[in-house]
C-alpha cells in the first residue's frame, strides 16, 4: 500500500500544479484584458482542459484517506464489524466503478485520437485529457481494491498521519 500511496500524493501534486497553473493563467488573462484590452485566446477552454484531469489526479488520494461520503444513516447503530464489512464492500463497488472509468475514457481516448478532436478555439487535443484520467482512475481502483482485500486499519494510520 506504501506505493499507492506515494503515487497517490505525486497523483495530487500533479492536479495541484494543474490548477496553479490555470488560476495564474486565468489572473494573466483578467489582467490583459483589463490593462490592454488584450486577454488569452481559449483560457476557458484549457480551465475546462485542466479541471477535468486535475478533478481525476485528486481521486486516488481521496479514496486512499477514505475521502469519499459515506452515509451511515442506517448503519450507524451496527457493531464495528458489520461496518467493517460493509465499508470493504463499498469499496470493492469504488473498484468496480473506477476500472468502469478507467476501461470508457481509455476508450474515448483512442476514439479522441482517431478523429483527431480538438477544442473548438485552440485546437488542443481532446486525448490528452483522457491520457492524463486514464492512469488517475486505475490507481484510484487499485487502492479501493487493496482497500476491500484488506481493510482500512492501515488508511486510518496514514491519515493521522498526514
Known sequence: MRVLEQLAKLSAILAG?????????TCGSLIGRNTTGHSIVGAFELTGV??????????????????????????????????????????????????????RSTLGGLNSYSSNSETQIMGFPEWVVYATMVPAFVLAGLIALHQAAFGFAHADEVEAAI
Open 17 to 25: 500544479v494543474l490548477l496553479t497553473g490555470i488560476t495564474l493563467m
Open 50 to 103: 485542466a479541471a477535468g484531469a486535475a478533478i481525476a489526479l485528486f481521486m486516488p488520494l481521496c479514496q486512499a484517506r477514505r475521502g469519499n461520503i459515506i452515509v451511515d444513516f442506517f448503519t450507524a447503530k451496527l457493531r464495528p464489524e458489520a461496518n467493517a464489512r460493509m465499508d470493504r464492500f463499498g469499496a470493492l463497488l469504488l473498484a468496480a466503478i473506477f476500472g468502469l472509468l478507467a476501461w
